[in-house]
């Protein structure tokens, strides 16, 4: 069952199943093989295992896996007539960003929003436990990781940004490989010749500024949706968590809007402020979900905060701008070069920073171990 439109679908999971059990029941319990929480969790397996298939084969065309069609059904049929339940909102959430790129995720982010709204203290599931203050929050964790990415980091990083002019799609880790060889490059760095096809950031930059700047421009609102929906849900579980007993810890939800940090950046850094389209236009859920990378959003969720303080994304792109604005002032300065490569270097992973700054193993292992971190790959 797939409801007509965004509003019908946050109307219908935010009404309770019914007057004395507004949560209706938990589908864990006594879930046999043939039930609706094991039909949702093994066609999520199976796309995620589909989807594994291709990244380990690029030449094997996989497409996007129909199981994620089957997630986004079933959940929805569970949220609106059986059960009110963050863990098989967070599926429906991830098939919704999958199929439906951001303005998929901004509809998910939402969707969970009222959930907890309306029935965080009316017996949301999974239940509250005293000895475990995750048991509730888990599954939306998962989406964004904590000690490494979730499940949703991985379908941002693919958000295509704009088409060259030969038609060749840019995707956003495609765009931040170019900006980081550009600034190796600049600072002087040696780079080693990759041979894999990758286009320059001259070249992306230079569709980015003309015949990709109608298709950027749609990104950066979509970008600012799902940013504002997403943090709209981590303010909601921090003010549910902090006075819930038994105790209830907040999910963690830092790396999703890190990444929507880093695109909405990327977006505005070629878009003029006011040759961002309309957010008049509600469209069709079934349309969002063909798109790659964007959809429908409503103008509440896509409003952004206008007052709210810089990301960190946002402030280090600053910091790019300034150092390119020295290079062009002072060119014979190593200053802009200084401060693009600081730039890069905040960008890097902890891993990826360690391989770069010391370069023996067995000491990066000691620093990773006396920082109490076991299980990085060094």
């Excluded at 509250?128 to 995750?134: F, G, Q, T, V, W």
Aim: with cysteine; proline share 5%.
């Amino acid at each position: 069952m797939l409801l007509p439109d965004e509003e019908t679908i946050l109307a219908a999971i935010a009404a309770p199943i019914g007057d004395a059990m507004p949560c209706g029941r938990d589908l864990r319990t006594g879930a046999g093989v043939n039930s609706t929480y094991s039909a949702l969790r093994d066609a999520r397996s199976a796309a995620r295992m589909q989807e594994r298939a291709g990244d380990d084969d690029p030449e094997r065309a996989i497409g996007m896996p129909e199981e994620w069609r089957t997630v986004e059904a079933l959940a929805i049929e569970a949220l609106t007539t059986e059960t009110k339940d963050l863990e098989i909102a967070s599926a429906l959430a991830e098939s919704l960003a999958r199929r439906g790129g951001l303005a998929g995720l901004s509809l998910g982010a939402r969707i969970m929003t009222r959930l907890v709204e309306s029935f965080w203290s009316q017996g949301l599931y999974p239940a509250l436990e005293a000895d475990d203050p995750e048991a509730r929050t888990f599954a939306v964790s998962g989406l964004s990781g904590s000690d490494r990415d979730g499940s949703l980091i991985q379908p941002l990083r693919k958000t295509i940004l704009f088409e060259l002019e030969d038609g060749r799609p840019i995707a956003f880790w495609e765009y931040e490989r170019a900006r980081s060889r550009a600034a190796s490059s600049a600072q002087g760095e040696h780079i080693a010749v990759v041979h894999d096809g990758l286009p320059s950031l001259d070249q992306m930059e230079s569709a980015a500024r003309g015949s990709g700047n109608a298709d950027l421009a749609i990104v950066a609102r979509h970008a600012d949706a799902a940013y504002a929906a997403w943090q709209k849900l981590n303010d909601i579980f921090l003010e549910v968590c902090q006075d819930t007993v038994p105790a209830a810890e907040a999910p963690s939800m830092g790396r999703v809007a890190n990444i929507l940090g880093d695109i909405r950046a990327a977006a505005h850094r070629y878009v003029v402020p006011d040759e961002l389209p309309a957010n008049d236009v509600t469209e069709d859920p079934g349309d969002l979900h063909d798109a790659e990378a964007v959809g429908g959003t409503t103008a509440e969720a896509a409003a952004p905060h206008r007052h709210a303080r810089p990301t960190r994304s946002e402030l280090l792109d600053a910091a790019m701008d300034i150092a390119q604005q020295f290079r062009e002032m002072e060119p014979h300065s190593p200053f802009s070069y200084t401060l693009e490569n600081a730039v890069r270097r905040a960008r890097l992973s902890l891993p990826d920073l360690l391989r770069e700054v010391v370069m023996d193993d067995s000491s990066r292992i000691e620093i990773l171990t006396r920082l109490g971190i076991q299980e990085l790959d060094v």
